[in-house]
C-alpha cells in the first residue's frame, strides 16, 4: 500500500455538484452512525496499539480518536454560528499541533469516545431539525476566504469521520490485530 492510499484509504472528500435532501440524510445518518463504528473499532485495542500510528509519520490511533471530537466539535460550532450569524468569518485551528498535545497524546480514549457520542448527539438533532433554507446559509473560512454552505460542510464531515474510521480499520486489517 503507497503512502497515498495510507492518507486516503477511502479517497480525498470531493464536494457534491449538488446534494439532494437524500443526500443530506445520508451524510447525516454517517454523523449519527460514527461514534459507535469508532468505539467499536478501537475498545478492545491495547496501548501498544493505540500508540501506533496509522502510516509512517502519521497519528497514533489514540491521536486519531481524540482528534474526531475536537475537529466536529469545531465543525458543530461552525454550525450554530453559521445559523446565527450572516456569513460569520470562522476560526481556523491548528489540527495538527492540536493532536501533539498532551490530551490528544496520552488521555486515556474513553474520554474522546464520550465526547464524541455527546457531540454527534447534539448535533444530529440539531441538523435534523433545520429548515429547508438553512442548509443554503454559508460561513468564511479564513484560509481559503471562500464561502462554504452548511450541506458542504456536512457533507465534509460525514466523509471525515469515515476517512479516519478507514484509518484505523486499514491498520487493524494491516497487523491482524
Known amino acids: 500500500m503507497n503512502l ?16 439532494t435532501v437524500d443526500d443530506r440524510e445520508r451524510f447525516i445518518r454517517d454523523l449519527e ?15 501498544e ?6 502510516r ?12 474526531l471530537p475536537d475537529s466536529h466539535l469545531n ?3 461552525r454550525f450554530k454560528w453559521t445559523l446565527t450569524e450572516d456569513q460569520p468569518l470562522i476560526k481556523a485551528y491548528d ?3 492540536w493532536a501533539e498535545l498532551p490530551d490528544s497524546e496520552n488521555a486515556p480514549i474513553e474520554i474522546s469516545l ?15 431539525n433545520l429548515r429547508h433554507e438553512d442548509w443554503n446559509k454559508s460561513f468564511k473560512h479564513p484560509e481559503s476566504n471562500k464561502l462554504i454552505s452548511l450541506d458542504v460542510n456536512l457533507s465534509l464531515y460525514s466523509w ?10 486499514s491498520l487493524i486489517d494491516r497487523q491482524n490485530w
Request: hydrophobic share 40%.
Open 4 to 19: 497515498e492510499q495510507l492518507k486516503y484509504p477511502i479517497g480525498k472528500h470531493v464536494i457534491p455538484e449538488q446534494i
Open 33 to 47: 452512525l460514527l461514534p459507535e463504528q469508532i468505539k467499536s473499532a478501537v475498545i478492545n485495542l491495547n496501548t
Open 49 to 54: 496499539q493505540l500508540d501506533t500510528p496509522y
Open 56 to 67: 509512517p509519520q502519521g497519528w497514533t490511533i489514540r491521536q486519531v480518536v481524540h482528534h
Open 75 to 77: 465543525s458543530y460550532i
Open 95 to 97: 489540527e495538527k499541533s
Open 114 to 128: 464520550s465526547l464524541l457520542q455527546a457531540i454527534h448527539t447534539r448535533w444530529v438533532w440539531l441538523l435534523r
Open 160 to 169: 471525515h469521520g469515515k476517512h479516519h474510521l478507514a484509518h484505523i480499520r
